[in-house]
C-alpha cells in the first residue's frame, strides 16, 4: 500500500472506535480475529484500487473494515453457527449505519461481501465487487494458512460448558 495516510484518513475513527475494538475478542477465520481479519481486508481492497480515478476509495475502506461489524460470538452450537453466513452481512450493514452513519453504497458493500453464498444480495458497485473479492482473498488465506492454533467450534466456550454438563440418562419407558 503506498498511500498509507489517505487509508488511515477514512479510517480513523473506526479503528479506535471502542465496538470496532471489541472485534479483537472474536475470531473469525482459524486464530484470526475479526478485527485483523476487517484490516487485512481493507488494505487489500484499498491497495487493489488505490490507483483508481474512479472508485470511491473512502467507501471502499470504511465497508471493508466494517464488512464484519456484526459483534456476536458465531462459533456456538446451533442456529446462529448455521445460519451465519447468511444473516451476518445483513446485520453487519445495518450495525454499521447504526453506529457509524454509513453512506447508502458503503451499506450495500457490507450488505452484498458474502455473495455468491448470499444468493440475491449481488454486489452491484464496483466496490462492492472489491470488497467482496477481497474478502475471500484474505478469508482463504486465513483458512488455509491461518496463524497458531486454528479457532475450531469444539474450541468455543459454549461448546465445551455443553459437552461437560453431566448426562443424565432417563429409564425406558419414560
Known sequence: MKNRALFDTYAQDILGHELFLEGKNVFSHGSVTIHDHSIAVAE???S???NSRTI????????????????YEWHVPGMRYILHGWAHPVIAA????????ISPKEYACIKTHMWPWTLFHIPLSRE??????ADK???????????????????SPAFVA???KEKTVAPLGM
Not at 470511491?56 to 459483534?71: E, G, I, N, P
Not at 445495518?94 to 452513519?101: G, M, S
Open 44 to 46: 487489500l481492497s484499498f
Open 48 to 50: 487493489m484500487i488505490e
Open 56 to 71: 470511491d476509495k473512502r467507501c471502499v475502506v470504511r465497508a471493508a473494515l466494517l464488512h464484519d461489524f456484526f459483534l
Open 94 to 101: 445495518r450495525k454499521a449505519r447504526e453506529i457509524f452513519h
Open 128 to 133: 462492492g465487487w472489491i470488497i467482496s473479492l
Open 137 to 155: 482473498i484474505i478469508a482463504m488465506k486465513e483458512t488455509l494458512w491461518c496463524r497458531g492454533k486454528r479457532h475450531t467450534l469444539q474450541d
Open 162 to 164: 455443553e459437552s461437560t
